[in-house]
Structures are given as C-alpha cells and as structure tokens.
C-alpha cells in the first residue's frame, strides 16, 4: 500500500480557485454568509504559508476594504454586504433590517488580522457595547438584534463560542478607552455552557440531600456537551464550548476555575473520554451498496403480506447484515464522528482535535489512522478535502481538513492555535496590538 501523500501544491490551487474564480453555484445559498466563506479561503492560504505570496498587497487592501465595508456603524459586521442599503438611509428604526450578526463579526474579525489589518478602523467601543446587548438572560448569546433591540436567533452554544471570541479579540489586556462599557456576564455564559454538558436527568429532580449522589452518578451521562442543556451530545457545539471556556479563560485567571478546563475534574475527564471514542473507522464508504440494496425493494407494497408472516423474531435476526470483526487493514482509517453511531467526517478531525488541544489532551488522539483517513479517503483529487469518502471538496471540509492536520504536524502547513482556528501567526499578530500591551493592567 502506497504511503498517503498531502499534496500541497493541490491544496494552494484549490484554495486560490475558490478566491480568484466564482464559486460553483452550490455556494448561492451561502451567499448571507459570504464572510465565511470569505474567512475559510483566506485562512486557508495563510495555513498553507503562501496568503502572502500568492496575492498582491494591492488584492490583500482590497479584500480588507471589503470586510470594513461590512462593518455596521453601531457596532459589529453583516454577513454580506447585500443587506446595506447606505449609511444615508439608515436610521434607528429601519437597521434591524441591516444587522450585525454574532458570528460574522468574529470572522470579520479574525479575517482582518489574517491579511495585516492592526483593527484601526473597527469601532472596538460600539462592537463591545453592542456584544453586551446580545447576551441573553440565561447566558447563551443571540445572532442579531431585532427591532427594538429584540434578541433574534441564535441561543446554542455556537453564538456563545463567537461572542466569548469577539470579546476575546476586541477586550484584550488593557481596558483603557472602555471604561463605562458594560461587559458581557462571564458567570453567567460559563454556568450556560456547564449546563450544555449531556446528563442523565436534570439534577433539579433530586431531593437536595441526595445532590452528591446524584452529581457522582449522573452528572455527565456520556460526557459530551450538546447545543443547549439537555441536547444530544455533539462535537461541533463541544469544540464551540471548549472554544468559549478557553477564550474567557485566556483573558483572566482569576476567576474561580472552570472544571470543564480542569484535569482530574469530573466534568473534564467524562468529556475527554466522549471526544476519544469519537475516533472511528466506520467512514460509510460501503453506503452505495447498501443504497442499491434498497432501491431493488421498491415493490415493497406487494410483498407486504409476506413480509407480515415472516415478523418473527428469530426470522429477523437472521436477516441481519453480518458485521465483519476489525482487520488490521480496515483499521488503518480512523476518522473522527460527531456524534454516537455516526460515520466519519473530515470536519469532525477538526471539532474532536481542537477540543483534545485545548484540552492539553491531544496526544491521545491516533494520529497516524486520522492522518491516513484525510489523505487517503477524503483529500480530493482536484485539491481540497470532501466531507466522507468520494465525496467532491467544499471549502469548510477542505479548511478543517488542513487545520487536523496541522494539528499533528504535517510538514508543509502552519502550526494553528485552535481556539482562534488560525494560525499563531496571527495571534501573534492579534497580541501585537495596542489593546494586547498589559501595562495597564
Ligand atoms: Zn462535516
């Protein structure tokens, strides 16, 4: 078997085709969130080492006067920019029709820093000051505000990841110039995100005097943390978790500790036990078989009779699909799943690894079977990576494709901190800012 292979050179072509060139038109839809899409492009190159050498300072300008221009004057960024209808008409009662939005403005963000941008331009005062109005009651954030300053949208852990990420770029070290700026409720976001870690039963259903029973045995049911409090453990919104804790965390210490973020703690070591069995080799490559299998059963309605009689339980049993033990050959992919009795998904080498990093708990992450699955069964062809196996790249696979991989080292790509998902380039760059200097502190 011929050793997997990352094709660098594809991955560069891949990336400056989706920046140079229009998008395929299955794109259209994601065109509100044209940032993003922005944002995975741009990060990618950087990743790949080759943002600078591969564009112009005149196109970097360029794409950095588009990003301002997404910049909303009370504070925060649009998506795109096909919502502006002009800073002349707009007034307080018609912009809920031209909002900022949570993770936009994260990306934004992030996207400037990438290309240079020292963040002179963003109004730091209005953005913080309108984070603040976007945090709800109960911790979680919103996406945008609605008429009346409505809370809209949002509320899973996602929006709380970008709030805490945005608060995280623009707050820094030195509050000067803030002063009178409302923060957003720290207490208040991590007892949201603590309350999103999967538990058996709501511990509110315990008589008190049985609390420290109940917490040693039911609190972290399997572990993993879902959208919101009692969801369905997820690795997307565990890494959005994971991902806020360590951007509150970064910027104090002294609050008091976070036990999701603490080694030896319940909470930590039940989630990293969730993010380990994550690693699979299922990767659903055998699911065209099974599909035929079904198409053949079309005349189901008049076999029906048949199949009635044939309900018994001995009968069924038989008929189902013998699975083959683990063989040293098919356990040479291991990817990663999202959730329980899922297939692999190159996103999810991201969302479980990133997790594991900030967690200081990467190692235990098989990194030879992971690296294996993304180059051998979902980088593509034509550059970039696909989400399964055979499937034709996208530029969100394509990006935490590259970022798992740079996780684990792969030669040829820069080392990327996994909170900020961009390279320590540019948080080098980010901590270089006037806000970033501690004298003040
Ligand atoms: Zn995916």
Redesign the pocket.
């Known amino acids: 078997m011929t050793g997997a292979v990352f094709d660098k050179q594809r991955h560069i072509k891949y990336f400056l085709r989706c920046l140079k060139t229009f998008l395929p038109d299955l794109y259209t839809s994601n065109d509100s969130n044209r940032i993003l899409l922005a944002y995975f492009t741009v990060a990618g190159l950087d990743i790949l080492g080759e943002l600078h050498n591969r564009t112009t300072a005149e196109e970097r300008q360029g794409y950095i006067e588009w990003i301002y221009h997404c910049q909303i004057p009370s504070g925060g960024f649009r998506g795109f920019t096909g919502t502006d209808f002009g800073r002349d008409r707009r007034t307080p009662e018609n912009e809920a029709w031209d909002p900022a939005n949570v993770p936009s403005t994260f990306f934004a963000l992030v996207i400037l820093l990438t290309l240079g941008d020292d963040l002179s331009r963003v109004r730091r005062v209005e953005c913080l000051r309108w984070l603040s109005r976007m945090q709800r009651e109960n911790g979680s954030f919103g996406e945008v505000l609605g008429s009346g300053g409505r809370i809209e949208g949002g509320g899973d852990l996602r929006f709380c990841c970008f709030g805490a990420g945005t608060r995280y770029i623009l707050r820094g070290k030195c509050v000067d110039g803030l002063e009178g700026i409302r923060d957003i409720d720290v207490n208040k976001l991590v007892a949201f995100i603590e309350a999103c870690q999967v538990r058996k039963a709501p511990l509110i259903l315990y008589p008190k005097v049985y609390d420290d029973l109940a917490k040693k045995l039911f609190q972290a049911y399997d572990g993993g943390i879902g959208e919101g409090p009692f969801c369905e453990s997820h690795s997307g919104h565990t890494y959005c978790a994971i991902g806020a804790l360590t951007f509150l965390d970064r910027l104090s210490k002294k609050h008091k500790p976070i036990a999701l973020l603490s080694p030896g703690a319940g909470p930590f070591e039940s989630l990293v036990r969730w993010l380990v069995a994550r690693q699979t080799s299922e990767l659903g490559d055998d699911e065209e078989e099974s599909d035929e299998e079904d198409n053949h059963n079309t005349d189901g309605v008049t076999n029906l009779s048949a199949t009635i009689e044939e309900l018994n339980l001995d009968a069924r049993a038989d008929q189902l699909p013998v699975i083959q033990p683990a063989t040293e050959d098919s356990l040479r992919w291991a990817g990663f799943n999202g959730r329980c009795n899922k297939y692999a998904?190159?996103?999810?080498s991201f969302w479980n690894s990133a997790s594991l990093d900030m967690m200081g708990r990467l190692v235990l992450v098989d990194a030879t079977r992971n690296r294996h699955y993304l180059l051998e069964k979902t980088q593509h062809i034509v550059g970039g990576f696909g989400?399964g196996v055979g499937e034709p790249p996208d530029l969100?696979?394509s990006y935490f494709g590259l970022v798992s991989l740079a996780f684990q080292e792969e030669p040829g790509l820069e080392s990327v901190d996994p909170a900020l998902c961009s390279s320590y380039r540019v948080v080098r760059h980010l901590h270089s800012l006037p806000w970033w200097q501690e004298k003040n502190d």
């Open positions: 998904d190159t996103c999810y989400k969100l696979h």
